[in-house]
Structures are given as C-alpha cells and as structure tokens.
C-alpha cells in the first residue's frame, strides 16, 4: 500500500544482532489487542519501516494519515529497542497535546500491555527544558524588579503579584513543578520570577536545593527511562549546545515532524531589546560600581532611541548609528562581566544575583556579536538574517527588538541531529506536491526523491550525502477522501484583495455556512479577516459564529464541538490544532492561500539565497510554506472513520494560478470540484442526514 523511495550511501547499523525478544508483529499485536483497536495495515507497514531504520541506522520519514495509528507503530519498535539495548529512545512533539496524548494516554497502556513479553515493565519519562520547571530557589530568591511595561501599569503590577502568590500556593502542592500542570496558567512574566535558563541555574552541585530541584528530578528520571518524551526546542537546545541535555540515546523519532524546522529556527533566533540590556544593567549594577553599569545602561538607552525609529522588517545593510550602539552594549556588558569577576565562594543568595545577572550579560553580549558579525561578509549574510520586529500580536504590542535567526537549519540538522542519531521523522503531512523533496532540503537530507521510485541519490557536492542513507514512505490513509471529502476551489472568485475579505467572499462564505447549517472551521490567513467574516456574518446567518480571542482557544473548540449548529473562525493556531470528529465539523472554509507575508523577514530572505543560486525562491520558500499549511488546514476535515464533508478554499488562485497543481497535489485527494452549486448541494445533503 505504500509508496518508498530510498537513497544509497554508507550502511550503518545500530542493532542488527538478534535478541530474544518477541517479534515486532507479536508485540504490536499484543498492543494493538490492548488499547481495543483492529490491525490496519499502515500501522503495521509503519511500525515495520521504523522497527527496519531502528536496525539498519537509516533515517526514515514517514507520512501517515490520521487514523493510521501512527503513536503505536512507532512506540512498540522504540519499546522494544531500547529494552533490547539498554539505551533511551527519545520521542519528540511539537505539541503539549501529543506529549499528553503519549504520556498520560498511550506509554501507560503501552507499559502494561508489554510488561509480560518483555518480562518487565518498560519506563517512561517526560523531559522538557529548565524554564519549564519551577526553580525552588528562584521562588525565595531575588526578584526582579517589574519593566517598565507592567511598573506603569497598576493592573499589571496586581496581577502578577497575584500570580506569584499562586505560584507559591501551587509549589506546595506540585510533585513535577511542570508550567503546563498548572491551570488556568501565569503570565509568562510571572513564571519568569520563578524559573530559571539553564544559563541562570546555579548547578545542581552549588544549589542547596538542588537535592529537591523539580528539573534535576525530571532529568534524572528520564536518564532511566525506556522512553523519552520531550519537545522540538529541547531537542534543538541539545543539537545546538554544547552540554548534553538529553539523556544517552541512539534514535530520535520526531512526531508532528512537520514542524521541526519552525521549532529549531526559533530556538536558534537571539532577540535584543532595550529591555534586555535595561534588566541585564539592572542586574549588574546590584553588584558593581554604578560607573561600570551605567555604561551599559546609557547603550541600551541608545538602543531604545534608535529602534524606535526604526521601520520594522529585514536589515540588509547594518546602518553606521545602531552598529555603533551594538558595539558599544558589546563593550559595556564585556566590561560588567569583567567588573563582576571570576567565581568566589559566595552564599547562596549572592551566587544566585550573580548567575542571573552574568546571564542576562552574556544573553546581550553575545547577540550584540552575532548582529555585528551577520553584517561581516557575504557569505555571513548568507547564514543569519537580522530584522526589526515590532509586530502586534493579540496579547498587545510587543516591544520592538532586534532578531537575529538562521537562514537556514540544513547543516545544524544533518550534522547534530542526522549525524549523530538514527532518526524517525512522521506526520501526517510530509509529502508535498507529491514528494519528499520539499522538506528533506529543508531537513538537510541530500538528494532528490520521488516517491514511489526507488532513487540514487544525487546530492550536490554542497550536500555531504555520502554518510547519509534515508527512506520516505506514505503509508496513506484509513479515510476514503474521494467518497468522504470534497475539494472546493471557487474558481469563479475574484483573487483576494489587500484590504480585507471582498464582498464576493463573504456572500460565498454566507452560502456556504447556510448550506452546512454551521458546522464550519473558519481558517483565515489573519486575525483580520476571521474578525471581519465574524462581524459580517453573525449579523446574516441563524446560526452562532464563535471567533479565536473571545475566549480561551481550547473552550472555543470545546463549545464548536458539542453543538453542531455553530461556527468557529480563527488563524492560525486553528490551522493545525483542532481535531473535532463527527458532525459538528463538516466544512473547512479557507480565505486564501497562505504564503508568507511579503515582508517576512526569513521567508523574503529564505526566498532571495534560493533566488541567488538559481533556484526558483517563490516555489522553493514560500509555495512549501503554504502547501504545507493548506495540507494541515484540510486535515482538520476528516477526523474519524464516519467524518464526510468539504474542504472550500476560496482564492480561486488554487485552481487558476500554475502553482495551483503543486498546491492541490499536497491536499489529500478529495473529489474536487469548482462549482459552489454542488458544493451547496452535499452540504445541504450532510445536514439533513446528521
Ligand atoms: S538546581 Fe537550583 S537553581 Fe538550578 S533549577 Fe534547580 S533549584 Fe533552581
């Protein structure tokens, strides 16, 4: 049933002596029979593949549709190799939903179900970064004093100290200390005053309560667990430092893999802002001669000045007045580190003002370099991007900082993370327009792939392929999506405007929505556009249109999902995050083909290096980006064995445009059709019969 294509190069092998465990079938078998369900062949095509990489030191990217079983088929053969070896096997998500999903639902059953063939109980752990966990030595420690921000804000001031009183309420009460255990959350400026970096921590050996440390306990556990469930920045944080922060492991497999790149870029991206330089000076000066600091203070009050002005979007040419500034908080924080000293036998407290205010000064040291250094050469150009952010995002303003990100994570990923693991990649999109290809580049994997045709590789001499072997494989999908769904193009739309959803829209939003009797996802590409179609149409349709901001997210999808007449529209965290079976979701509406911004800093770069080797940045960049959304969008449709309904994508771009083809080929291959009356039809037909 599946498609592969695989790639030649150096074998590797990481457990090809035989054990004397119970086969991979007998043992997904056993599990399957666990948790209630049937044997579906993709699962059991998946877990095979997996179990083969595992064996082989191949790398694997499977694309698995959702139904598959995917968890399962890749647990049961990390299960079996790490207890067969001895070593860890880590797991990694991008989501707090699927890490939930995995330790509270799927390892537990998993552990018991195994227990007997594997003569003992296979363990499992959860391990996140340090920021994560609340830090017992933080919580009595120093405080920072509030930014500006919140100081000139008598609500925010009464808010956060009401937090922090939470805080201390809930730390009585927590055994894991863990940020997401806590509902309804804190302000991330809160949580700030309680946890710490990995750069603030004191050491476990230098804490005197590193013996009860919520971190070290969740460290130390997973260094003796099966299993490691952990998160696409943690992983990142271990392939990019130098200290290990994960435990001893040999095979990672990266579930929502879709995802990885973003995750990994964002870890990778340093931000300097006045208010970074501001705390770090304030920090320091606790502890050095006000002279020395106010160096430093005076340069981020420059800082301040000059971003202010500053247009926000890509820096191309580093302008003489803020390299200036840069150099001068390089110079000045270098010299508070300097003034600070080396290591003294300080108490407790001291050693903790001292760590916080050595980070936060290496933290704006070292991006102050990595700016100046992006403005070196070409070829530095060609490696890190610089731009100045000020975006507005639904929680206020964000005040307006300088960002320095990779252009790219290729060579990171091949080297730290291909380079030293047998790797899994899944998700339920990983293919696009039909192929591998667009996300191995992406991923560092060399050669060309086309799925279903057995290829050698033909990585350029710029890809170090020749130690690198990987497999793609779809195994496809329980759903039948031409029976089940129907692809919408509204062909006969005019293409979208600038100024908001046309009114041609918003009338065929309306038809639409009538037709299903609610039951809709609205994906918009901005906040703007959900809003403007919630205003328009809560005043044109019988039935209630929920909007992304009007309550919390997940109580949002909660009320959309128990009644069916009702819409929800919203951006993008909707594109990927909603999993609503049955009929309360039967049509999928998206306004219009989402591209990056054209002033998306990355992207627009991203797009230019293509570009400059020759290479066709529109499809390469940006076509990637949408195919990849519009395929995680369209996926909210069918959730369950019974789902039926339609996925409209309104920009008529989608079937009149000549990426149109590359696009519609990373959907999932609904019937399609671009005749609203049809469309209006089926939904009047699915109403009636729910
Ligand atoms: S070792 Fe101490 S300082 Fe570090 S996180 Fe744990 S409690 Fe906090």
Partial sequence: MGLRAGLTGLPGTVSAMPDSLPSLRELLATAVAAVGGAERPGQVEMAEAVHASIRTGDHLAVQAGTGTG????????????????????????????????????????????????????????????????????????????????????????SRMGREVGRLRDWASDTEVGDRDELVPGVSDQ???????????????????????????????????????VTNHALLAIDALGTAQVLPEHDVV?????????DRVT???????????????????????????????????EGLAMLLSEAPAGRVDDLPEPVAVTLQAIRDAAHACVTAIGSERKDDPEAATARKLALSALEEVHDTAVRVLDAFGTEDAKL???????????????????LRVAPLGVAGLLRERLF?????????????????????????????????????????????????????????GSPFDHPRAGILYSARHLPPPGRDG????????????????????????????????????????????????????????????????????????????GVDVPGPSLTLVVMDRIPFPRPDDPLASAR???????????????????????????AGRLLRSMDDKGVVAVLDPRLATARYGGFLRASLPPFWPTTDPEVVRAALRRLAAAS
């Fill in 70 to 157: 995917k968890s399962l088929a890749y647990l049961v053969p990390a299960i079996r190799h790490a207890v067969a070896n001895g070593k860890s096997v880590v797991i990694s998500t991008a989501t707090i939903a699927l890490q939930r999903q995995l330790v509270d639902r799927d390892l537990p059953r998993l552990a018991k179900a195994l227990a007997k063939p594997l003569k003992r109980t296979p363990t499992f752990a959860i391990l996140k970064g340090r920021r994560n966990y609340l830090c017992l030595h933080r919580l009595d420690g120093p405080k920072d004093e509030p930014d500006d921000q919140v100081l000139f804000d008598p609500f925010a001031v």
């Fill in 190 to 228: 809160a949580w700030r005053q309680v946890s710490v970096s990995a750069r603030e921590c004191l050491g476990v050996s230098r804490c005197p309560i590193g013996t009860d440390c919520f971190a070290e306990k969740a460290k130390a556990e997973a260094g003796k667990s099966d299993v490691v």
């Fill in 253 to 261: 497999i990266i579930d929502e893999a879709h995802d990885l790149v």
């Fill in 266 to 300: 964002s870890v990778a991206t340093g931000e300097l802002s006045a208010t970074a330089v501001a705390v770090a000076a304030r920090r320091a000066g606790k502890l050095i001669t006000d002279e020395v600091a106010d160096r430093l203070v005076e340069a981020g």
């Fill in 383 to 401: 490696r890190d991007v610089v731009w100045v952010s000020g975006d507005i995002n639904t929680a206020g303003p964000r005040p307006v900082s």
């Fill in 419 to 475: 380079g030293e693991n047998t790797t899994i990649l899944t998700s339920a999109t990983l293919t696009l327009g039909g192929t591998f290809d667009a996300l191995a580049k992406q991923w560092g994997l060399p050669g060309k792939q086309r799925v279903g045709v057995k290829a050698e590789g033909t990585a350029t001499d710029k890809e170090p392929s020749d130690d690198i072997r990987w497999t793609g494989m779809d195994v």
């Fill in 501 to 576: 959803l046309p009114p041609a829209y918003l009338e065929e939003l309306r038809e639409l929505v009538t037709a299903a009797g609610g039951r809709t996802l609205g994906l918009f590409s901005s906040m703007r556009a959900a809003k403007q179609a919630t205003a328009e149409l809560r005043d044109k349709v019988d039935v209630d249109i929920l909007c992304q901001g009007d309550d919390s997210t997940a109580l949002l999808v909660k009320k959309f999902a128990e009644n069916p007449p009702t819409c929800l529209f919203g951006t993008l965290s909707l594109w990927q």
């Fill in 607 to 633: 797009q230019r290096a293509v570009e400059s080797r020759g290479g066709n940045g529109f499809l390469t960049v940006a076509a990637t980006h949408a195919a990849l959304l519009l395929a995680q969008g």
